[in-house]
């Protein structure tokens, strides 16, 4: 049987209450013999610094380097809005993407057929959505040098930040992208803002070039980003795989969220580029939504995103994409049967708590077997 070294990094605010969920799903793997994941759990964010000083420690940035792939909750909340900038919680997350080289940050958007009426707009709008945004997750703004605050005196300061992007950043997202839309419907839309931006004349010109050299077949069309958000909620359908920096990434995603019903649903994968030898690539799954301070603690939280990001892990580093399906099939299930946390509930809809949700996907899943 294979074996995996697997990180869970819980986090902060409902990160532990959904890892907690997913490693329950994990460690049935590992008992039904399917694969060995050999799981060590470890801090990160808000409960790193206050037990280190640090949002992440160098000891679980070895562990993490170590790992065949890292599960993370979600870090942040009120509790450390004082702390000093590079400290606070969501700089550990930071550093894990940029020390791993997590450079391709791949955010699934699907309307489960149950839930087509659980989102904000209309059932004929969201149903049968299967939509991708491809985030550039290591470059841009995040991370581009000088980023400060100058005090100018007279009471002004001045806060700067940078957005940079160098031509292979953007050729190894797109490849990724198109590479991707080839396993699907073939489609890719870029989204930047060349019209302002430098960095979106560059993206849009070396987007374009990668698709004439290497993938003509695709279907390539470029569109502004306040543009593509818009459409997300016009016509969302007509997309296939997005393409976009960073920080359009983590807007357009958010809205992505909202077409498939809640936060709660939406999972992701950050990825690396492979290994020269072994084409083993990092990796980190996580959620797309955050700590949720408002619910935390209450049982009320959707692990479905998190859940989903772990079959995320058993599709792209654990080579199990028949059972990424069938986990995802049991997640379809529980909503089928009605079952529904608070984010997502409709009327004569079942309420049930995180671990329930938990619960009742597993055992799906094992019903299925
Ligand atoms: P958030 O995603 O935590 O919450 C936004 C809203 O969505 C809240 O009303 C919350 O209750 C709801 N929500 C989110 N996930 C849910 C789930 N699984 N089930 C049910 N409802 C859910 O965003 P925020 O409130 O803007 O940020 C809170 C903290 O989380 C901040 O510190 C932020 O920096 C951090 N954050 C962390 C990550 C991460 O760790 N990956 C991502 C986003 C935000
Ligand atoms: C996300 C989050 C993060 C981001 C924060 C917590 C650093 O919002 O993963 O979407 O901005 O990338
Ligand atoms: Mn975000």
Not at 256 to 273: D, E, V
Request: include cysteine; hydrophobic fraction near 45%; glycine fraction near 10%.
């Amino acid at each position: 049987m294979t074996s995996f070294k697997l990180l869970l990094l819980p986090g902060d605010g409902i990160g532990p209450e959904v890892t907690a969920e997913a490693r329950r799903i994990v460690d049935w793997f590992t008992a039904q013999g399917i694969a060995r994941f050999e799981t060590e759990e470890d801090l990160v964010g808000g409960s790193a610094y206050d037990a280190h000083g640090e949002a992440v420690s160098d000891a679980t940035m070895d562990t993490a380097q170590a790992a065949d792939a890292v599960l993370f909750g979600a870090v942040g909340g009120p509790k450390w809005d004082g702390v000093a900038y590079d400290k606070r919680p969501e700089a550990g997350l930071l550093r894990l993407r940029k020390d791993l080289g997590l450079f391709a940050n791949l955010r699934p958007a699907i309307c489960y057929p149950a839930l087509a009426d659980a989102s904000s707009l209309k059932r004929d709008v969201v149903e049968g959505l299967d939509i991708l945004i491809v985030r550039e997750l290591t470059g841009g703004v995040y991370f581009g040098e000088p980023k400060e605050i100058t005090d100018l005196g007279n009471n002004q300061k001045r806060a700067v930040d940078t957005q940079v992007y160098d031509t292979y950043e953007i050729e190894r997202i797109a490849r990724v992208a198109f590479e991707l839309a080839r396993t699907r419907r073939n489609a890719v839309a870029s989204a930047e803002k060349r019209n302002v931006m430098k960095t979106g004349v560059l993206w849009h010109e070396v987007v374009t070039r990668i698709h004439d050299e290497a993938y003509p077949d695709v279907a390539l069309e470029h569109v502004l980003a306040d543009n593509c958000a818009m459409q997300l909620v016009r016509r969302p359908k007509q997309f296939d795989v997005i393409v976009t920096d960073n920080l359009f990434g983590d807007v357009l995603s958010d809205i992505a969220a909202m077409l498939t019903g809640s936060l709660g649903m939406l999972p992701s994968a950050s990825l690396g580029a492979p290994d020269e030898k072994t084409g083993r690539r990092k990796a980190l799954y996580e959620p797309v939504h955050g700590s949720a301070p408002d619910i935390a603690g209450q049982g009320k939280a959707n692990p479905i995103a998190m859940i989903a990001s772990f079959a995320m892990a058993l599709r792209y580093s654990f080579g199990l994409g028949e059972w990424a399906d069938r986990l995802e099939g049991a997640i379809a299930t529980a909503l089928d049967q009605g079952l529904r946390t608070g984010d997502i509930m409709q009327d004569g809809m079942r309420e049930i708590s995180t671990s329930d949700m938990g619960a009742a996907i597993l055992k799906n899943l094992q019903d299925a077997d």
